[in-house]
């Protein structure tokens, strides 16, 4: 039985060319179904959400490491720093209050990311202090976290959450630095 040769398809006729629009006639825009009330304001919801995704907070504002007339490095100063600085507490300010307060020299202010890290270089702080032969320090307000202070003599330090620091606003109330 002889082969027979495969028939090729039909050549595909070629795209019609969709007519345009004329120039002078603009372009109808279809438009939805008219929404209720519920879906307008579902609507409204989903957009303010995904606005409000979008923006980006702004940076807080980092403080100057002393504000104010020089502070006198005190030995206990510089230890109180030195503990702050390696447990990174963040804005520390120190302020001299030499001559203001009858309670102390000079006061340090910092921040902790939380309140677990405000009460662990709390507990640091007042351990290196008793290691340098300042006695046992007291320690305030360590098992909320929110604002600690410890009393070192001369020196007072005060450890807040960021949120706490500001409302507070001890370096205003002292009248130094430019914050809120």
């Known amino acids: ?60 504002k980092k403080a100057p490491a002393s504000v104010g007339k020089p502070v006198r490095q005190t030995d206990l100063l510089k230890r109180i720093l030195a503990s702050l600085d390696d447990d990174k507490a963040e804005n520390v300010v120190t302020i001299d209050l030499e001559g203001r307060s009858a309670l102390c020299d000079a006061a340090v202010i910092a921040s902790g990311r939380s309140s677990r890290h405000v009460s662990a270089m709390a507990e640091h702080l007042a351990r290196r202090l008793k290691e340098g032969g300042y006695g046992t320090r007291p320690v305030n307000g360590q098992a909320q976290g929110d604002w600690v202070l410890v009393d070192a003599g001369d020196v007072i330090v005060h450890l807040f959450r960021p949120e706490v620091r500001d409302y507070y606003d001890l370096e205003g109330m002292w009248s130094v630095g430019c914050r809120k």
């Open 1 to 60: 039985m002889p082969l027979k040769a495969a028939k090729k398809p039909a050549p595909k006729p070629a795209k019609k060319a969709k007519a345009k629009a004329p120039a002078n006639k603009a372009p109808v825009k279809k438009t939805s179904s008219p929404k209720t009330g519920a879906q307008k304001i579902g609507a409204q919801k989903i957009a303010a959400r995904s606005a409000s995704k979008s923006v980006k907070k702004p940076k807080a």
